[in-house]
Protein backbone atom coordinates (compact mmCIF):
# COMPACT_ATOMS: atom_id res chain seq x y z
CA UNK A 1 0.00 0.00 0.00
CA UNK A 2 1.33 3.44 -0.88
CA UNK A 3 1.37 6.59 0.85
CA UNK A 4 -1.06 8.04 -0.59
CA UNK A 5 -3.53 5.62 -0.25
CA UNK A 6 -7.20 7.52 0.96
CA UNK A 7 -9.80 7.06 3.01
CA UNK A 8 -11.25 4.19 1.31
CA UNK A 9 -8.55 1.72 1.41
CA UNK A 10 -10.31 -1.53 1.85
CA UNK A 11 -14.14 -0.47 1.49
CA UNK A 12 -15.19 -3.49 0.58
CA UNK A 13 -19.08 -4.34 -0.59
CA UNK A 14 -20.71 -5.86 1.94
CA UNK A 15 -20.16 -9.25 1.36
CA UNK A 16 -16.15 -8.44 0.87
CA UNK A 17 -16.31 -10.27 -2.13
CA UNK A 18 -14.59 -7.04 -3.83
CA UNK A 19 -12.15 -4.33 -2.36
CA UNK A 20 -11.97 -0.75 -3.77
CA UNK A 21 -8.77 1.10 -2.89
CA UNK A 22 -7.50 4.70 -3.77
CA UNK A 23 -3.62 4.18 -4.12
CA UNK A 24 -2.89 8.21 -5.12
CA UNK A 25 -4.82 9.08 -8.43
CA UNK A 26 -5.70 5.10 -8.69
CA UNK A 27 -9.00 3.87 -8.02
CA UNK A 28 -8.21 0.34 -7.66
CA UNK A 29 -10.94 -2.94 -8.03
CA UNK A 30 -9.72 -6.15 -6.37
CA UNK A 31 -12.09 -9.27 -6.93
CA UNK A 32 -12.10 -11.17 -3.71
CA UNK A 33 -13.35 -14.68 -4.18
CA UNK A 34 -9.87 -16.64 -4.58
CA UNK A 35 -11.01 -19.74 -4.03
CA UNK A 36 -13.60 -19.87 -6.46
CA UNK A 37 -11.06 -17.83 -8.97
CA UNK A 38 -12.68 -15.14 -8.40
CA UNK A 39 -16.13 -15.70 -10.18
CA UNK A 40 -18.37 -12.95 -10.40
CA UNK A 41 -21.48 -12.68 -7.26
CA UNK A 42 -24.49 -10.15 -8.51
CA UNK A 43 -23.69 -8.63 -5.41
CA UNK A 44 -20.34 -7.84 -6.83
CA UNK A 45 -21.24 -6.85 -9.94
CA UNK A 46 -23.62 -4.44 -8.10
CA UNK A 47 -20.91 -2.48 -6.04
CA UNK A 48 -18.81 -2.30 -8.98
CA UNK A 49 -21.01 -0.85 -11.17
CA UNK A 50 -22.43 1.66 -7.82
CA UNK A 51 -18.07 2.43 -7.20
CA UNK A 52 -17.08 2.96 -10.99
CA UNK A 53 -20.33 5.63 -11.02
CA UNK A 54 -19.01 7.53 -8.39
CA UNK A 55 -15.23 6.95 -9.82
CA UNK A 56 -15.97 8.35 -13.17
CA UNK A 57 -16.79 12.24 -11.21
CA UNK A 58 -13.92 11.50 -8.53
CA UNK A 59 -11.87 14.50 -10.22
CA UNK A 60 -9.12 12.52 -7.38
CA UNK A 61 -9.45 9.40 -9.43
CA UNK A 62 -7.55 9.66 -12.74
CA UNK A 63 -7.27 6.03 -13.77
CA UNK A 64 -9.05 2.73 -12.64
CA UNK A 65 -7.05 -0.89 -12.27
CA UNK A 66 -9.11 -4.22 -11.99
CA UNK A 67 -7.31 -7.31 -11.08
CA UNK A 68 -8.19 -10.53 -8.88
CA UNK A 69 -6.87 -11.42 -5.78
CA UNK A 70 -4.79 -14.57 -5.51
CA UNK A 71 -2.87 -17.20 -7.86
CA UNK A 72 -5.61 -18.20 -10.15
CA UNK A 73 -6.37 -15.61 -12.36
CA UNK A 74 -8.79 -12.31 -12.85
CA UNK A 75 -12.21 -13.94 -13.11
CA UNK A 76 -13.30 -17.61 -13.92
CA UNK A 77 -16.64 -15.95 -15.19
CA UNK A 78 -20.09 -15.87 -13.61
CA UNK A 79 -21.01 -17.84 -10.09
CA UNK A 80 -22.96 -20.44 -12.19
CA UNK A 81 -23.52 -22.70 -9.42
CA UNK A 82 -25.78 -20.17 -7.89
CA UNK A 83 -27.43 -19.88 -11.85
CA UNK A 84 -28.24 -23.38 -11.55
CA UNK A 85 -29.36 -23.38 -7.66
CA UNK A 86 -31.45 -20.52 -9.28
CA UNK A 87 -32.74 -22.52 -12.10
CA UNK A 88 -34.13 -25.23 -10.24
CA UNK A 89 -36.06 -23.35 -7.82
CA UNK A 90 -37.54 -21.43 -11.03
CA UNK A 91 -36.28 -17.87 -9.60
CA UNK A 92 -35.41 -14.54 -11.27
CA UNK A 93 -32.37 -13.98 -9.29
CA UNK A 94 -30.27 -15.12 -12.92
CA UNK A 95 -31.59 -12.70 -14.73
CA UNK A 96 -31.99 -9.74 -12.38
CA UNK A 97 -27.87 -10.04 -12.22
CA UNK A 98 -27.35 -10.25 -15.78
CA UNK A 99 -29.14 -7.06 -16.06
CA UNK A 100 -27.04 -5.60 -13.83
CA UNK A 101 -24.21 -7.16 -15.44
CA UNK A 102 -24.59 -5.98 -18.81
CA UNK A 103 -25.10 -2.57 -17.33
CA UNK A 104 -21.72 -2.91 -15.65
CA UNK A 105 -20.16 -3.98 -19.19
CA UNK A 106 -21.55 -0.91 -21.01
CA UNK A 107 -19.99 1.14 -18.27
CA UNK A 108 -16.50 -0.51 -18.68
CA UNK A 109 -17.09 0.22 -22.74
CA UNK A 110 -17.89 3.54 -22.27
CA UNK A 111 -15.93 4.82 -19.19
CA UNK A 112 -14.84 8.61 -19.16
CA UNK A 113 -11.20 7.55 -17.50
CA UNK A 114 -8.79 5.11 -17.95
CA UNK A 115 -9.77 1.47 -16.85
CA UNK A 116 -6.47 -0.77 -16.77
CA UNK A 117 -7.81 -4.81 -16.80
CA UNK A 118 -4.88 -7.01 -15.66
CA UNK A 119 -5.90 -10.66 -17.65
CA UNK A 120 -3.48 -12.54 -15.76
CA UNK A 121 -4.39 -16.24 -15.62
CA UNK A 122 -8.12 -17.70 -15.86
CA UNK A 123 -10.40 -15.21 -17.55
CA UNK A 124 -13.56 -16.58 -18.71
CA UNK A 125 -17.07 -15.58 -19.44
CA UNK A 126 -18.13 -12.89 -17.11
CA UNK A 127 -14.18 -11.94 -16.15
CA UNK A 128 -14.07 -10.94 -20.11
CA UNK A 129 -17.11 -9.19 -19.71
CA UNK A 130 -15.55 -7.09 -17.12
CA UNK A 131 -12.23 -6.81 -18.47
CA UNK A 132 -11.93 -6.72 -22.58
CA UNK A 133 -14.32 -4.05 -22.70
CA UNK A 134 -12.20 -1.78 -20.95
CA UNK A 135 -9.36 0.41 -22.85
CA UNK A 136 -6.36 -0.76 -21.59
CA UNK A 137 -6.66 -4.67 -21.51
CA UNK A 138 -3.12 -6.30 -20.49
CA UNK A 139 -2.16 -10.25 -20.60
CA UNK A 140 0.03 -12.12 -19.83
CA UNK A 141 2.33 -15.14 -20.37
CA UNK A 142 -0.40 -17.06 -17.66
CA UNK A 143 -3.49 -15.76 -19.35
CA UNK A 144 -5.27 -18.13 -20.32
CA UNK A 145 -9.12 -16.87 -21.67
CA UNK A 146 -12.12 -17.24 -23.43
CA UNK A 147 -15.86 -18.05 -23.76
CA UNK A 148 -16.34 -21.76 -22.85
CA UNK A 149 -20.11 -21.31 -22.82
CA UNK A 150 -21.18 -23.94 -25.42
CA UNK A 151 -19.69 -26.50 -22.83
CA UNK A 152 -22.21 -25.79 -20.51
CA UNK A 153 -25.14 -25.51 -22.69
CA UNK A 154 -25.19 -21.98 -23.03
CA UNK A 155 -23.63 -19.06 -25.24
CA UNK A 156 -21.28 -16.12 -25.22
CA UNK A 157 -22.54 -13.30 -23.56
CA UNK A 158 -21.48 -10.14 -21.22
CA UNK A 159 -20.87 -8.72 -24.76
CA UNK A 160 -18.66 -11.71 -26.68
CA UNK A 161 -21.10 -11.92 -29.18
CA UNK A 162 -20.10 -8.85 -30.11
CA UNK A 163 -16.09 -9.04 -29.44
CA UNK A 164 -15.74 -12.04 -30.95
CA UNK A 165 -17.87 -10.96 -34.54
CA UNK A 166 -15.24 -8.56 -34.70
CA UNK A 167 -12.21 -10.89 -34.73
CA UNK A 168 -10.38 -11.52 -37.82
CA UNK A 169 -11.58 -13.68 -40.41
CA UNK A 170 -13.46 -16.46 -38.73
CA UNK A 171 -11.25 -16.76 -35.73
CA UNK A 172 -13.84 -15.69 -33.49
CA UNK A 173 -16.19 -18.33 -34.53
CA UNK A 174 -13.87 -20.84 -33.73
CA UNK A 175 -13.23 -19.57 -30.49
CA UNK A 176 -17.58 -19.60 -29.47
CA UNK A 177 -17.96 -22.59 -31.28
CA UNK A 178 -15.22 -24.62 -29.40
CA UNK A 179 -15.18 -22.52 -26.12
CA UNK A 180 -11.33 -23.40 -26.69
CA UNK A 181 -9.38 -21.62 -23.75
CA UNK A 182 -6.76 -19.07 -25.74
CA UNK A 183 -3.31 -17.74 -24.69
CA UNK A 184 -2.67 -13.99 -24.02
CA UNK A 185 -0.85 -13.48 -27.78
CA UNK A 186 -4.31 -15.00 -28.86
CA UNK A 187 -6.37 -12.27 -27.12
CA UNK A 188 -4.43 -9.40 -28.43
CA UNK A 189 -4.72 -11.25 -31.88
CA UNK A 190 -8.65 -11.41 -31.50
CA UNK A 191 -8.85 -7.84 -30.50
CA UNK A 192 -9.55 -8.40 -26.71
CA UNK A 193 -6.61 -7.19 -25.40
CA UNK A 194 -3.63 -4.23 -26.08
CA UNK A 195 -0.57 -4.89 -24.13
CA UNK A 196 1.65 -8.08 -23.41
CA UNK A 197 3.12 -7.43 -19.90
CA UNK A 198 5.71 -10.47 -17.97
CA UNK A 199 3.23 -11.54 -15.06
CA UNK A 200 6.29 -10.66 -12.43
CA UNK A 201 5.80 -7.33 -13.68
CA UNK A 202 2.40 -6.53 -12.74
CA UNK A 203 2.70 -5.26 -9.10
CA UNK A 204 5.26 -2.73 -10.27
CA UNK A 205 3.29 -1.80 -13.10
CA UNK A 206 0.11 -1.30 -10.56
CA UNK A 207 2.19 0.66 -8.65
CA UNK A 208 3.57 3.15 -11.35
CA UNK A 209 -0.17 3.60 -12.39
CA UNK A 210 -0.94 5.32 -8.76
CA UNK A 211 1.08 8.60 -9.88
CA UNK A 212 1.72 8.13 -13.85
CA UNK A 213 -0.81 8.21 -16.99
CA UNK A 214 -1.97 4.67 -17.73
CA UNK A 215 -0.41 5.66 -21.20
CA UNK A 216 3.24 6.34 -19.62
CA UNK A 217 3.37 3.57 -17.21
CA UNK A 218 1.79 0.54 -19.26
CA UNK A 219 4.36 1.59 -22.03
CA UNK A 220 7.01 1.49 -20.04
CA UNK A 221 6.06 -2.42 -19.16
CA UNK A 222 5.02 -3.20 -22.41
CA UNK A 223 7.00 -6.33 -24.04
CA UNK A 224 6.83 -7.81 -27.65
CA UNK A 225 4.33 -11.46 -27.19
CA UNK A 226 4.91 -14.64 -28.54
CA UNK A 227 3.01 -15.70 -31.46
CA UNK A 228 -0.48 -16.34 -31.40
CA UNK A 229 -1.22 -20.08 -31.88
CA UNK A 230 -4.76 -18.97 -33.02
CA UNK A 231 -3.42 -16.35 -35.87
CA UNK A 232 -1.90 -19.64 -37.16
CA UNK A 233 -4.41 -21.83 -37.95
CA UNK A 234 -5.88 -18.62 -39.90
CA UNK A 235 -5.36 -20.55 -43.67
CA UNK A 236 -7.53 -23.14 -42.04
CA UNK A 237 -10.24 -21.45 -39.79
CA UNK A 238 -11.00 -18.87 -41.91
CA UNK A 239 -11.99 -21.70 -44.96
CA UNK A 240 -14.13 -24.33 -42.46
CA UNK A 241 -16.03 -21.53 -40.71
CA UNK A 242 -17.34 -19.31 -42.98
CA UNK A 243 -21.07 -19.26 -43.69
CA UNK A 244 -24.05 -19.89 -41.13
CA UNK A 245 -24.34 -23.65 -41.17
CA UNK A 246 -23.27 -25.19 -38.43
CA UNK A 247 -23.41 -28.85 -40.33
CA UNK A 248 -21.78 -27.47 -42.88
CA UNK A 249 -18.62 -26.04 -40.89
CA UNK A 250 -18.21 -29.65 -39.17
CA UNK A 251 -18.08 -31.28 -43.06
CA UNK A 252 -15.45 -28.94 -43.79
CA UNK A 253 -13.63 -29.08 -40.74
CA UNK A 254 -13.57 -32.77 -40.94
CA UNK A 255 -12.37 -32.62 -44.61
CA UNK A 256 -10.00 -30.62 -44.39
CA UNK A 257 -6.81 -32.00 -45.09
CA UNK A 258 -8.23 -35.24 -45.99
CA UNK A 259 -9.44 -36.05 -42.91
CA UNK A 260 -6.64 -36.27 -41.02
CA UNK A 261 -6.71 -36.11 -37.24
CA UNK A 262 -4.85 -32.71 -37.49
CA UNK A 263 -6.06 -29.45 -35.88
CA UNK A 264 -9.46 -28.78 -38.03
CA UNK A 265 -10.70 -32.25 -37.09
CA UNK A 266 -9.70 -31.68 -33.35
CA UNK A 267 -11.78 -28.60 -33.56
CA UNK A 268 -14.61 -30.60 -35.23
CA UNK A 269 -14.55 -33.26 -32.03
CA UNK A 270 -14.91 -29.91 -29.41
CA UNK A 271 -17.80 -28.65 -31.48
CA UNK A 272 -19.79 -32.00 -31.76
CA UNK A 273 -19.49 -32.64 -27.71
CA UNK A 274 -20.93 -29.31 -27.25
CA UNK A 275 -24.56 -28.50 -26.57
CA UNK A 276 -26.03 -28.75 -30.48
CA UNK A 277 -28.50 -26.09 -29.57
CA UNK A 278 -25.75 -24.10 -27.78
CA UNK A 279 -23.66 -24.33 -30.85
CA UNK A 280 -26.18 -23.08 -33.47
CA UNK A 281 -27.53 -20.28 -31.23
CA UNK A 282 -24.15 -19.14 -30.39
CA UNK A 283 -23.31 -19.47 -34.22
CA UNK A 284 -26.40 -17.37 -35.56
CA UNK A 285 -25.68 -15.01 -32.40
CA UNK A 286 -21.94 -13.98 -34.19
CA UNK A 287 -23.41 -13.58 -37.26
CA UNK A 288 -26.79 -11.00 -36.10
CA UNK A 289 -23.78 -8.89 -33.61
CA UNK A 290 -22.08 -8.01 -36.49
CA UNK A 291 -22.98 -4.25 -36.66
CA UNK A 292 -24.30 -4.06 -33.64
CA UNK A 293 -23.42 -1.46 -30.86
CA UNK A 294 -22.53 -2.99 -27.57
CA UNK A 295 -25.97 -1.60 -26.17
CA UNK A 296 -27.89 -3.86 -28.63
CA UNK A 297 -25.58 -6.78 -28.64
CA UNK A 298 -26.13 -7.15 -24.20
CA UNK A 299 -29.73 -6.22 -25.42
CA UNK A 300 -29.92 -9.46 -27.55
CA UNK A 301 -27.61 -11.57 -25.64
CA UNK A 302 -30.33 -10.92 -22.81
CA UNK A 303 -33.16 -12.27 -24.77
CA UNK A 304 -30.87 -15.60 -25.64
CA UNK A 305 -29.88 -15.78 -22.18
CA UNK A 306 -33.55 -15.40 -20.25
CA UNK A 307 -34.42 -18.19 -22.88
CA UNK A 308 -31.93 -20.79 -22.14
CA UNK A 309 -32.53 -20.45 -18.71
CA UNK A 310 -36.14 -21.88 -19.38
CA UNK A 311 -34.79 -24.74 -21.41
CA UNK A 312 -32.68 -27.96 -20.30
CA UNK A 313 -29.48 -27.72 -21.96
CA UNK A 314 -28.29 -25.10 -19.93
CA UNK A 315 -29.36 -26.87 -16.33
CA UNK A 316 -27.97 -29.93 -17.90
CA UNK A 317 -24.09 -28.56 -18.56
CA UNK A 318 -23.82 -26.97 -15.70
CA UNK A 319 -24.67 -29.94 -13.76
CA UNK A 320 -22.30 -32.22 -15.95
CA UNK A 321 -19.32 -29.75 -15.83
CA UNK A 322 -19.95 -28.09 -12.14
CA UNK A 323 -21.92 -29.93 -9.94
CA UNK A 324 -22.02 -33.93 -10.38
CA UNK A 325 -18.78 -33.54 -12.75
CA UNK A 326 -19.20 -36.34 -14.61
CA UNK A 327 -18.99 -34.96 -17.82
CA UNK A 328 -21.72 -36.63 -19.75
CA UNK A 329 -24.10 -34.25 -20.53
CA UNK A 330 -27.29 -35.61 -21.83
CA UNK A 331 -28.60 -32.64 -24.32
CA UNK A 332 -32.07 -32.32 -25.77
CA UNK A 333 -31.94 -32.61 -28.67
CA UNK A 334 -28.88 -34.61 -28.97
CA UNK A 335 -28.15 -33.93 -32.47
CA UNK A 336 -27.25 -30.87 -34.66
CA UNK A 337 -30.33 -31.89 -37.02
CA UNK A 338 -32.59 -31.77 -34.58
CA UNK A 339 -32.24 -28.44 -34.02
CA UNK A 340 -34.09 -26.51 -36.65
CA UNK A 341 -33.93 -22.89 -37.67
CA UNK A 342 -37.24 -21.95 -36.25
CA UNK A 343 -36.43 -22.94 -32.62
CA UNK A 344 -33.17 -20.91 -33.06
CA UNK A 345 -35.12 -18.03 -34.05
CA UNK A 346 -36.63 -18.30 -31.21
CA UNK A 347 -34.48 -17.58 -28.83
CA UNK A 348 -33.77 -14.02 -30.19
CA UNK A 349 -37.75 -12.86 -30.28
CA UNK A 350 -38.74 -9.66 -28.11
CA UNK A 351 -39.30 -10.38 -24.57
CA UNK A 352 -41.71 -7.37 -23.99
CA UNK A 353 -41.57 -5.82 -20.98
CA UNK A 354 -39.17 -8.18 -19.69
CA UNK A 355 -36.68 -6.13 -22.61
CA UNK A 356 -33.45 -5.28 -21.47
CA UNK A 357 -32.95 -1.26 -22.41
CA UNK A 358 -29.53 -0.31 -21.83
CA UNK A 359 -30.03 2.79 -24.20
CA UNK A 360 -32.79 3.80 -21.96
CA UNK A 361 -33.48 5.72 -18.42
CA UNK A 362 -33.02 2.35 -16.96
CA UNK A 363 -29.25 2.42 -17.96
CA UNK A 364 -29.12 5.79 -15.95
CA UNK A 365 -30.57 5.18 -12.98
CA UNK A 366 -28.02 2.95 -11.65
Known amino acids: MSAGTTADTNRASPTDEVLFERRGHLGVITLNRPKAVNALTAGMAAAMLERLAAWADDAGVATVLVHGSGERGLCAGGDIVAIYEDMLTGGDST ?24 MDGLVLGGGVGISAHGSVRVVTERTRTGMPETTIGFVPDVGGTLLLSRSPGEAGTHAALTGAHLSGADALFLGMADHFVASANLPALAAALESETAEAAVGRFTEEPPASALAGQRHWVDACYAGDDVEEILCRLRAFDGGSSGEAAGAADMIEAKSPTAVKVAL ?15 EQEYRVGLRFLAGPDFREGIRAQVVDKDRNPQWKPATLHEVSAADVGRFFAPLGERELNLQSKEADNV
Open 95 to 118: ADFWRTEYQLNALIAGYPKPYVAF
Open 284 to 298: ESLRRAKGLTLEEAL
